[in-house]
Structures are given as C-alpha cells and as structure tokens.
C-alpha cells in the first residue's frame, strides 16, 4: 500500500524559502502526477502544483513566480520550495498522488488518490 | 477565479440518506471529485470523475454531476460515515479547485 510522508521545517522566517519533502513508499513514482496541497488555517484546501514522474510540473497561476517542484525517482521522493512567504503561506500543508488517465482527450490526472498525513508549517519571525 | 460552495452541515439520522451537494458555474463540464476528512486524518478520496467509487470504498457512497450541482449521496449513512466532505473539481483549464467543506453528523 502506498504511503506519502512530509519532511521539513515547521517554521519559517518571512521572506525566506519553506522547502519541503515528500517520501514516497509502498509503489512506483511511475506513470502519476505528485502534488502538493495547503489549507490555511479556517480556509479551504487549496492546490498548489504538480510534477510529474517525468520532471514536468504545473502550479497554481496565483503561486506560480514562487513556486518550484522537483521529483527524484531515484529516492522515490518529491519536493516543493515556495520562496518569499508570508504570513499567509502558513497552512498544513500535503502532498498527495493523482493518478493518471489515458483516453482520448490525452493524458491527465483530476483527483488526489493517497495523501500524506499533512505537516504544519507556520510563517513566522 | 473558479468557486465551489457546499453546505456548511448536513444532519443525518442512521441508516438514512445523506445528501452534500457542490455548486460550481457549469460545474457538469468539469469533473467533481468527493473526499471524506476526519478529524486529525488525511483525506480520503471517496468518489472520482463524477460517479467513480475508488478500491474500498463502500457501494453507499455514490456521486453524481449534472448542471451546476454535483452530488455525493451517501445510503444507509452508519456512525462512522461521521466526517467532513469536500469537493474537488478539474479541467485542463481551471485545474484543481477545492470546495469549503461540509460537515455531516450522524444523530
């Protein structure tokens, strides 16, 4: 069975960089998309990005000057750094696996299938 | 920007239907996703693409999308369907977007 773990700090300085890890373990990075999702305190979820098991990615429009993620199949891990935070990039913050469907409209994943279990991230001096 | 609202809380006795709707402008064009949350858990995804019921989870969950209304109804609700339910939709344009919640209880 699949299982996701975030790793990182559970506090950063405003204007530094929040870098986070996700593992990976139980299953392949192939043929899915690795996304990463927050949810402000008293807010809805709110999704932040994807990369592929090929190293594509895409983010959400209103993130995406400070948003950057990476994939490394070799240590079934991903990534996502999120530079100059503030305040209100204090959220839980997940990382989730979207599976892939292949069909006539091309290659696309629409839902989140496996979630990590969330860590807490607070912006913060 | 692209919204979804739902229903801050549905009651539900055991045994009957639960019924948590998810509002969206043309909400049929694209594809809803329902996940269950309780407290101090991760997600889980309960229904996909509409209608689709994930490995595991129980026939009483069932979905549905028409309009501006996707649906999640969940059948003979028992104490453990006791959760909140979110709400997902995505196309290639808008991508993911998540609804507010809503929390069900079991009376």
């Known amino acids: 069975q699949v299982q996701l773990q975030e790793s990182g700090p559970g506090l950063v300085k405003p204007s530094e960089t929040l870098s986070l890890t996700c593992t990976v373990s139980?299953?392949?990075?192939?043929?899915?998309?690795w996304a990463w999702i927050r949810q402000p305190p008293g807010k809805e979820m709110e999704w932040i990005g994807y990369?592929?098991?090929?190293?594509?990615?895409k983010y959400k429009s209103s993130l995406k000057s400070r948003v950057t993620m990476s994939i490394d199949t070799s240590k079934n891990q991903f990534s996502l750094r999120l530079t100059s935070v503030t305040a209100a990039d204090t959220a839980l913050y997940y990382c989730a696996r979207v599976p892939l469907t292949h069909d006539d409209s091309g290659t696309y994943g629409d839902a989140f299938d496996v979630w990590g279990q969330g860590t807490v991230v607070t912006v913060s001096s | 920007s692209y919204e979804l609202t739902q229903p801050p809380s549905v009651s539900v006795s055991p045994g009957q239907t639960a019924t948590i709707t998810c509002s969206g402008d043309k909400l049929r064009d694209k594809y809803a996703s329902w996940y269950q949350k309780r407290p101090g858990q991760s997600p889980v995804l309960v229904i996909y693409q509409d209608f689709k019921r994930p490995s595991g989870i129980p026939e009483r969950f069932s979905g549905s999308n028409s309009g501006n209304t996707a649906t999640l109804t969940i059948s003979g609700t028992q104490a453990m369907d006791e959760a909140d339910y979110f709400c997902q939709a995505w196309d290639s344009s808008t991508l993911f977007v998540f609804g507010p919640g809503t929390t069900v209880t079991v009376l």
């Open positions: 139980g299953g392949s990075m192939s043929d899915f998309y």
């Open positions: 990369v592929s098991y090929t190293g594509t990615s």
